[in-house]
């Protein structure tokens, strides 16, 4: 199929390319030059496994295409899928301006009869506004069908995600519409579920906001369980075995990041709070994420005292691992407290270091060694969970640190081999080794 891919952030990148990898016939579109011309010359703007070589394939393949030209991208398409931003305006709610803008210019330069499909995540009732919009400016004489498609992927996986997704979710008013789209995706062997269009948009806030749900849920069991003396990976393994609950998002830690959860569970409040609904439950699951990272830096003045001047070593600060994404990190909290409590902080991590300096400028000293992190320092915090975090050998805090004491945001390291080497070792809703 002709398809066409408005932005080219995380979502509308690696949609583009795979769908050019199954065989379709790709144009993706982003206003901003320069990254096109990145783009078409093979480069990936982003970090994610796979992509780039997939990418530079597609290109040479001739059934992948970059531009920043509307006329040329919106020209004879048979589909056409927006997947630009919808930041956090102030208030919580998603900005559509981009959403907007795209579909001004889908009206005006559409040339055949197209189907628009949404995959950026909006509120309920976008894709009817969309098509009223579209509508108001196209050519009286081209029939344009508004079809939502929400989008599941997860940095790190993308590729993985979208051609071994749990489910594909095809929300239309118009049942041929919504079939041309499920042809669409019809080589990536993935479970269809046809909805409603506003069913459609509400399953992905839904989600998310279950996903995030189940966060900040283990992350309060946690913090009892350090109370009351039991341990959060046996009591998340237990209950995990229920298949009702499910094993998986039971992973206690400083609290979730990232571009999603923190902006999509916001929008779902307003959303509700739009049709005088409050979402009390919602809101304090985001109440417990933000407090979540304080809480170990509380735990660590009450054992160290103040860390005013103590040399300290934030390792990891990437939301999460296998991305350079710091958007709403947790990690990032803890440094913000640390350069603010007066700490001289040295942090590491494996590809985000880059995109760190952007946010924490010259408050920090940026390290490429977990080693180089912590020689001589006092404390050291694990913010991300990172592979080389998670297998450095703990026996080398002891060797480096001033005085070895670990608070593990992520509980890299067991409890045994804290006890064994010696080191003062404090983390998420397990005992403290002291
Ligand atoms: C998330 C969803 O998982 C995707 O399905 C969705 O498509 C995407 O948002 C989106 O809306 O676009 P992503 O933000 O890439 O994907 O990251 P996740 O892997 O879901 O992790 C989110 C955060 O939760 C991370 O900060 C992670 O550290 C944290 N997390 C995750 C935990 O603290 N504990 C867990 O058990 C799992």
Redesign the pocket.
Known sequence: MKVTVAGTGY?GLVTGVCLAEVGHEVICIDLDEIKIRMLNSGASPIYEPGLEDMLVKNLEGGNLRFTSSPKLAYNQREVIIIAVGTPENPDGSANLSYIDSVSQDIAEHITEEVIVTIKS?VPVGTNDRVKELINSRKPPHLQVEVVSNP??????SAIKDTFEGDRIVIGSANQQAGDIIEDLYSPFKVPIVRTDIRSSEMIKYA??AF?ATK?SFINEIATICEKVGANIEDVAAGIGLDKRIGNQ???A?I???????PK?TKALVQLAGNVKHKFELLESVIKVNNNQPRLLIEKAKAIVGELKGRRVALLGLA??PNTDDMRES?SLVLAKELIESGSIVSVYDPIALENARKVLGDCVKYCTSIDEAIRGTEVTFIGTEWKDIKEYPINRFKKLMDTPRVFDGRNCYSLEEAVEHEINYVSIGRESVL
Request: a negative charge.
């Open positions: 979502v995540t989008e599941f992927l997860r940095e790190g989600s998310n996903l966060i998002f039971l992973q830690g609290g979730y990041g990232g571009s999603c959860f999509d939301f999460k947790a």
